[in-house]
C-alpha cells in the first residue's frame, strides 16, 4: 500500500517552522510500516531548507521515505506536463483529519487488519465491562483493500 504522511504535527509536534518532539510512536510505527512493506511517501509543506531539514529528522532516526513530496521518487514535475498535485496513494495519515489524528498505535492496528476506525472504537467497546453490550456493528468501510 502506498501511504502518504503530513510531518508537523503528524509525526513531530506542530512547532513549524521548527521541528517539534516526536509524537508517541510515531517513528516505531512508521519502521514498522516499511518493515511491512509499505511505501511511505512524505507530503508536507516544507520546501527547500525546511524540507531538508525534515528528511534529515527522520533519517536520523531510521525512517527513509519512497518519495517526498511527489508520487514515485522519479518523479519530475519540470517534465511532466500533465502533473497533479494530487497525490496518488491508498491513504493519507495527517493530524488534520476529520476527527483528528488517532494514536500512532491505533494507525497501526487499522492498516495491519485493515479496519476502520469505527471497527476499532466498536472492539473496544465491545470489551468494555463499563459500555452496554451491543450487537450493532458498524457497516460503512472508508477503503476497501
Known amino acids: 500500500m502506498?501511504?502518504?504522511?503530513?510531518f508537523d504535527g503528524t509525526i513531530v509536534t506542530h512547532e513549524y517552522p521548527n521541528i517539534g518532539e516526536e509524537q508517541p510512536f510515531a517513528i516505531e510505527t512508521l519502521k514498522m510500516l516499511i518493515a511491512d512493506k509499505h511505501r511511505l511517501i512524505l507530503w508536507t509543506v516544507r520546501e527547500g531548507e525546511l524540507l531538508d531539514e525534515a528528511i534529515q529528522w527522520c533519517r536520523e532516526r531510521g525512517v527513509e521515505f519512497w518519495a517526498v513530496n511527489?508520487?514515485?521518487?522519479?518523479?519530475?514535475?519540470?517534465k511532466n506536463d500533465i502533473y497533479s498535485?494530487?497525490?496518488?496513494?491508498?491513504?493519507?495519515?495527517?493530524?488534520?483529519?476529520v476527527g483528528g489524528l488517532p494514536d500512532w498505535g491505533t494507525i497501526y492496528q487499522m492498516i495491519k487488519e485493515n479496519k476502520t476506525y469505527n471497527d476499532i472504537i466498536f472492539e473496544t467497546a465491545q470489551n468494555d465491562p463499563y459500555q452496554p453490550n451491543s450487537t450493532d456493528k458498524p457497516k460503512k468501510r472508508w477503503w476497501q483493500f
Open 70 to 78: 511527489r508520487d514515485y521518487p522519479e518523479e519530475e514535475r519540470e
Open 2 to 6: 502506498t501511504i502518504a504522511i503530513d
Open 85 to 97: 498535485r494530487k497525490l496518488k496513494v491508498d491513504m493519507f495519515i495527517d493530524d488534520r483529519n
